[in-house]
């Protein structure tokens, strides 16, 4: 089956740099992903990794170690819009769909 | 339309009665996904569709859950006799097919309320 362990709440400031941590257990892997949800809203798509190393998408970076089963979002130069919920996500076994972890709340202040 | 979207946006209806929530998805996107987010919780996988055939409805909770899509387009999700357990937002996602759902497209999602 699938396990996927992330921190429920995180807090930051402006400016800052914050890693959000993902760990995961699952049979047959095809790819981490992380999307971001604002409160009531719905989730957007962030970053997919199915390589190790690092990937970049301006102030936000992915890293996937597939040996160590973890992830981590790193958002950089922290904005008041960056408060959100951070979903870690793996595709199922039949690689159909995503199976999600509870979401890490970050709360950025000034 | 340029996104996902679904009715009704709220939802409160009595225990025991049937709802259909419906998902309109993005124009030309063969696959489309159904997930539930209970209060304080992840994404639970529901249902996929390829087209209109359901290969993995693996997330149904239970037998008074059914989901159907017509057209290649339009979904809908039907739970019966609902119960208060039922209460979440459900959303709706869309890819451009299997080989893209990587990059899922969330709908708005419709709150539901069992009261």
């Known amino acids: 089956g699938q396990n996927i362990d992330q921190p429920t709440e995180m807090t930051a400031t402006e400016g800052a740099i914050v890693q959000i941590n993902c760990t995961y257990q699952?049979?047959?892997?095809?790819?981490l992903f992380w999307y971001q949800q604002h409160a009531g809203e719905a989730p957007t798509f962030l970053s997919y990794?199915?390589?190790?190393g690092l990937e970049e998408k301006g102030r936000f970076s992915s890293f996937l170690s597939r040996s160590k089963g973890y992830s981590y979002l790193l958002l950089k130069e922290l904005q008041m819009k960056d408060s959100a919920s951070y979903l870690c996500?793996?595709?199922?076994?039949?690689?159909?769909?995503?199976?999600f972890g509870k979401g890490t709340t970050l709360s950025v202040s000034s | 339309g340029a996104g996902v979207s679904q009715s009704p946006s709220n939802k409160v209806t009595e225990k025991g009665k049937d709802v259909e929530l419906r998902c309109d998805p993005i124009?030309?996107?063969?696959?489309l996904y159904w997930y539930r987010q209970r209060l304080g919780q992840g994404l639970e996988f529901l249902i996929y569709?390829?087209?209109?055939?359901?290969?993995?409805k693996s997330g149904l909770p239970s037998d008074r859950f059914s989901a159907e899509r017509t057209g290649e387009s339009v979904s809908t999700l039907t739970i019966q006799r609902t119960q208060q357990e039922d209460s979440a937002v459900y959303l709706c996602?869309?890819?451009?097919?299997?080989?893209?759902?990587?990059?899922?497209?969330f709908g708005p999602g419709t709150r539901l309320t069992v009261t």
């Open positions: 124009s030309g996107h063969t696959a």
């Open positions: 990794n199915v390589l190790d």
């Open positions: 996602a869309s890819s451009q097919d299997r080989e893209s759902s990587y990059e899922q497209y």
């Open positions: 569709f390829q087209g209109n055939s359901a290969p993995d």
């Open positions: 699952t049979s047959g892997f095809n790819g």
């Open positions: 996500a793996v595709f199922n076994q039949a690689g159909t769909a995503l199976i």
